[in-house]
């Protein structure tokens, strides 16, 4: 067998079609952890913003001295940034023989060996019908807890602002007894934990040759029935979609965890519209109030992207007074990065100026690193059972794991060890985790 190398970037549906892509690789290759193992090495990259794919220019750079060294070697880039540049990135980039988008990693193979150094491959063709569906992921880069599984891709939002759309093509949504059968895999592996993955989640819709529909709340209640010992999480979830019919779902699952992530983006109708974000923040805070009423154990968590096009010093107010209304448990805080071929960067100028968005965001992370804090102590002297991932970064002696809500808790090992299911009482914290004792 040769040896294959994979350096996954960007989100978690670029590290679950890793798995995918060490699948549909796997008659000839078998997964290394080390580089120099490597005959082929394959980087897995995002353009979501332009610093995430300077990162990847670096490291292709560092690359190319490697491969003079190597004669064999193959390199080859997939995901986002393979698709949103193209067969451009082969001129701009000697380094790489082949490149593949997203929906093309069943021709991989024969990219593989059509490719050289000299006469480079590509395929970004974009399907409206790929899902991988049959494949069965090789599990790579895992805790061996908790598993991705992607249920849909693509995405039809066209937020102005991002490049996903361009990227990663229509949305489509996979056969739910495929997903079924990937978590009851997951489960029969050891796995106890599974999250369902898409860029849009909750707009899952599948229609079976009968004609009968399974939305995302549906699909979510089939996976919880598989085991009340398999935790069920998503991400991510787009505001317009969160139905009631959903909450009600999660919370009538205990083991569909109490953890929603509900991007807002940014506080003001302006901005909202300005993004196509097709809600308001009335809307938002409406469904905010739904989950509270019918979860009111949930932790919410955000995205913000700070300094968007013709952000007003008022607009960036109202971002911090929405996060203050809803005390968001946890957020992902950007800064707004031009996307070429984007609406925004087509129709809207970039015009606030790159200190004023420094100084926004952090502003925006102080107030939710607040937030966070007070989120944390209110879970002082609470009790969570807890899944345990593994051995503390800080402690050889203490174990980590997160409880429903998604926060980490750190606690001594006792007779415990990964996978299992602990209840800790939490006897202290700081903003970013948890402490706890056995109970
Ligand atoms: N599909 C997911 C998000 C995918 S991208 C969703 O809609 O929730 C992850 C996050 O990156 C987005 O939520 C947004 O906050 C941020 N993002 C996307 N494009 C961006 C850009 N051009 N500049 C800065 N942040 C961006
Ligand atoms: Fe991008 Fe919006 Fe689609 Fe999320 S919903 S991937 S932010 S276009
Ligand atoms: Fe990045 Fe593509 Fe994911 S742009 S965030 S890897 S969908």
């Avoid at 001295?65 to 880039?77: A, D, F, M, P, V």
């Avoid at 060996?113 to 569906?133: G, N």
């Avoid at 415990?416 to 948890?434: E, P, S």
């Amino acid at each position: 067998m040769k040896k294959l190398y994979i350096e996954t970037y960007g989100c978690q549906m670029n590290v679950a079609d890793s798995e995918v892509v060490a699948a549909i690789l796997s008659d000839e290759y078998e997964i290394t952890h080390a580089q120099e193992e490597a005959d082929l090495i394959l980087i897995n990259t995002c353009s979501v913003r332009d610093n995430a794919e300077q990162r990847i220019r670096k490291r292709l750079r560092e690359l190319k001295s490697y491969k003079n060294k190597k004669e064999h070697l193959k390199i080859g880039l997939l995901g986002c940034m393979a698709e949103r540049i193209k067969e451009r990135l082969l001129d701009e980039e000697s380094t790489l023989d082949f490149i593949a988008g997203p929906d093309a990693y069943r021709s991989l193979p024969r990219l593989i060996s059509e490719s050289s150094y000299k006469q480079p491959a590509f395929d970004v063709m974009l399907s409206t019908t790929e899902t991988y569906d049959e494949i069965e992921p090789v599990r790579c880069d895992t805790n061996g807890v908790s598993a991705f599984i992607s249920i849909m891709r693509g995405c039809n939002n066209f937020c102005t602002y991002c490049v996903v759309p361009y990227t990663r093509g229509r949305e489509r949504s996979r056969n739910p007894q495929t997903i079924l059968r990937e978590a009851q895999t997951a489960l029969d592996n050891g796995y106890k934990e599974v999250t369902l993955l898409g860029q849009n989640v909750n707009s899952y819709h599948w229609e079976d040759e009968t004609g009968k529909v399974t939305n995302f709340a549906q699909l979510m209640a089939l996976v919880a029935q598989l085991s009340p010992q398999l935790r069920v999480r998503f991400a991510t979830s787009h505001p317009k979609d969160i139905s009631d019919e959903l909450i009600e779902t999660i919370a009538r699952y205990p083991n569909l965890c109490k953890y929603i992530h509900l991007p807002v983006q940014a506080g003001s109708n302006t901005m909202l519209k300005r993004m196509n974000r097709v809600y308001t923040r009335e809307y938002y805070l409406d469904r905010i109030a739904t989950i509270r009423r019918l979860i009111p154990d949930c932790a919410i968590a955000t995205d913000i992207i700070a300094g968007f096009c013709g952000e007003t010093e008022e607009d960036h107010q109202a971002t911090l007074s929405l996060m203050r209304e809803v005390g968001y448990d946890y957020a992902y805080m950007f800064k707004y990065s031009v996307r070429e071929g984007t609406m925004a960067a087509k129709k809207f100028e970039d015009d606030v100026p790159d200190e004023v968005k420094s100084r926004r965001l952090e502003e925006i992370i102080a107030l939710q690193q607040e937030l966070s804090y007070q989120s944390n102590l209110k879970d002082v002297g609470k009790s969570f059972e807890i899944l345990v991932e593994g051995v503390s970064k800080r402690s050889d002696k203490q174990l980590f794991g997160r409880n429903s809500q998604n926060k980490v808790i750190i606690f001594d090992c006792g007779n415990h060890q990964k996978g299992d299911y602990v209840t800790v009482t939490v006897t202290d914290c700081t903003a970013a985790t948890l402490m706890g004792v056995e109970r």
